[in-house]
């Protein structure tokens, strides 16, 4: 049974805007005129401090993704990095027939044939600029083979929930249809990358160039040095997929993902994308409603050595909000319970819903404020009686 909990309903002077992440209908004020071409078929802009999404244009649509396949590529790097499956000081020899085949083949960090590489560099190779050569030697060097890789890339895709998306290659290079993605897919793939490994997001991505074998190359990233704030993602082109774009910049404590997707042009990809994203940033602000670890409200837990357990944003609440408007904001914890103990501090086990007037809902995770234990003899009985009396 999905049980929930009303709080701060009627919220006063309080801005929101946007949609839950998983909303199909997208609603933009007519105020707030959104600079999207229509050379760029594909589009959408997510603000992942509150999940909403603020425009969208195709989202569920799937697309060759080209180069931005890279990104799984890194996100599955830095998944075996925090596992401690994979440093980044470790060596790789190259096969002489993957030398043959990728040497110079697309965009390239020149790798040699008689050379030991590191998997640092050969991130900083994918990550900066979209080495084909680099992303075909981590994966053959990590899992063994190419399509070994691309299997982890598509197991790990369907644990974060890229429902819409497949991998076949590891760097994007056209397989007749085989890699497709979806912008929405490519939002909750930053999105997880971002919030699962900020340290390594930062490290690898958002450089301005590399420079590897005495070759210095720059990144196409038509943000990076432009637009304040931006520090990647990842540019795709192939003659198929046109030009794309999955990008991302922070300001203030609040980040803004996009994509643009089949634009016909660099030109056109750069000046869309750079447009998007400023749009992002002056047509909506962030309202703030609850700090990180307040409690927002409580949960019924079972069996438990407490009855209820409290609950908390491990981050602050904040709502997106176009200027100028005051709609009205209802709010809803809502979780499957009761909850089971044993509980730990931290874990996630609810939802705070948030409704917009005349707007679908958004959805933030909420956690445990505390630990709760399994319940000893006495405080089952204590339960029992209370379960009765309630």
Partial sequence: MLNYREIGKGLRRAFCAGLCLFAIAVHVPVSAAVPTPSQAPVAIMVDLTSGQVLQAREADRRFLPASITKVMTAFLAFELIEE????????????????????RKGSTMFLPADEPVTADNLIRGITTVSANDGSIVL??????SVDAWTAMMNEKAREIGMASSHFGTPNGWPDEGKTFVTARDLVTLAGTMIDKHPALYQTYFGNKGF?????????HDPLIGIVDGADGIKTGFT?????GFLGSAERDGRRLVMVVGGSPSEEVRAEAARRFIEWGFSSFAAREMFPANQRIGNAKVQSGAKTSVGLVSAKPVKISVPTGT???IT???RYHGPLRAPIKAGEEVAKLEVTVEGMPVSYLPLVAQEDVGNANLLQHIFNGFHGWLT
Avoid: C
């Fill in 139 to 144: 994966a053959e060097s990590v899992a063994g």
């Fill in 326 to 328: 005051d709609p009205k």
């Fill in 331 to 333: 709010m809803a914890i």
């Fill in 239 to 243: 003659n198929e997929a046109g030009f």
């Fill in 84 to 103: 401690g499956k994979l440093s980044p000081a470790t060596s790789f020899t190259i096969r002489p027939e993957t030398h043959a085949e990728w040497y």
């Fill in 211 to 219: 420079r590897y074998g005495g070759v210095g190359q720059d990144n």
